[in-house]
DNA sequence: ATGGTAGTCGCACTA
């Protein structure tokens, strides 16, 4: 396996890989990350555009498909190996898939889709967002009792559905309440984040008074004048990759694009 | 102050 000097990743959730297949091609060809990871494929492992893929450069494929719903994927241009997909609060939803990377020192990339939560953020009366905080609890607990040398560099990716800090909201106050920034779900993410001593590597790039979003709802007239995003997708790294983050960005271009996923991407650069 | 859009699948659901 010849060893790999940077490792390039990123994170997209593409609503509908199908219909966006053409986007996908620009993205990978202006930005060639090593690895994609995708959130809300929306179709089937046998529906999934693998030989278009192929086409690209991207032929190491790990697929965790679903009918209409969820479904998250990792296409690379290196090889990839153990791949594992879990299922969590035992609902049957396609929402994680990793892989480890050999030529990049087995760095393991974990892709998520957290659920969205739906409307109101009560447990009592929404039980989607009571799914919601007990799939972040299960995350947690899970990488509280898998702290060990071979998972010890681990980069986690992907639409988390929970924009923390203050500025990762168009407006703070306005949000409070809102599903995606509420204090439960932003305790609740901060102690994932502690379960393995995570490290935010967007807000290793961007200081946390500035203002950094990677989604954009639909329902806007003009979602560039107005401008009321959120950060709802993310990349972390563990303490033994610390001193590897070389470069962040986050593809605003690409939310502009025709027919566009209502997220841009967002890719990282590591020194290995 | 409410409703606004998008995708999949089939005429509702999730986001």
């Known amino acids: 396996m010849p060893a790999m000097k ?8 593409i609503n509908s890989v199908r219909l966006r297949i053409g986007h996908v091609e620009k993205f990978l060809k202006e930005h060639k990350p090593d690895l994609l990871c995708l959130q809300e494929i929306k179709c089937q492992n ?4 693998e030989k278009d893929f192929k086409k690209f450069g991207y032929g190491h494929i790990a697929l965790n498909g679903q009918k209409a719903y969820h479904g998250v994927a990792i296409v690379s241009r290196v090889p990839i190996a153990d791949i594992e997909m879990r299922e969590f609060c035992k609902m049957g939803d396609a929402r994680h898939v990793a892989v480890t990377v050999p030529g990049a020192g087995d760095v393991r990339v974990h892709n998520y889709y957290v659920p969205a939560g739906g409307d109101e953020p009560n447990v009592e009366t929404n039980e989607k967002f009571a799914h919601k905080l007990n799939f972040l609890t299960e995350m947690e607990s899970w990488y509280k009792a898998h702290k060990n040398k071979k998972t010890a560099k681990m980069v986690l990716v992907g639409d988390l559905n929970i924009a923390p800090l203050e500025h990762d909201v168009w407006s703070h106050k306005q949000l409070l309440k809102v599903v995606s920034h509420t204090p439960i779900e932003v ?16 807000r290793h790039f961007v200081p946390d008074d500035e203002k950094l979003y990677s989604w954009w709802s639909y329902r806007a007239k003009d979602w560039a004048a107005a401008n009321k995003g959120r950060r709802l997708d993310h990349i972390w790294i563990t303490p033994a990759m610390a001193d590897t983050p070389k470069s962040m960005q986050v593809v605003t271009d690409a939310r502009g694009w025709e027919r566009p996923s209502d997220h841009a991407p967002v890719i990282a650069t590591f020194k290995l």
């Open 46 to 49: 046998d529906a999934f555009p």
């Open 187 to 202: 305790e609740h993410l901060d102690r994932l984040m502690k379960s393995h001593s995570w490290i935010d590597v967007m």
């Open 6 to 13: 940077t490792l390039k990743v990123a994170t997209w959730n």
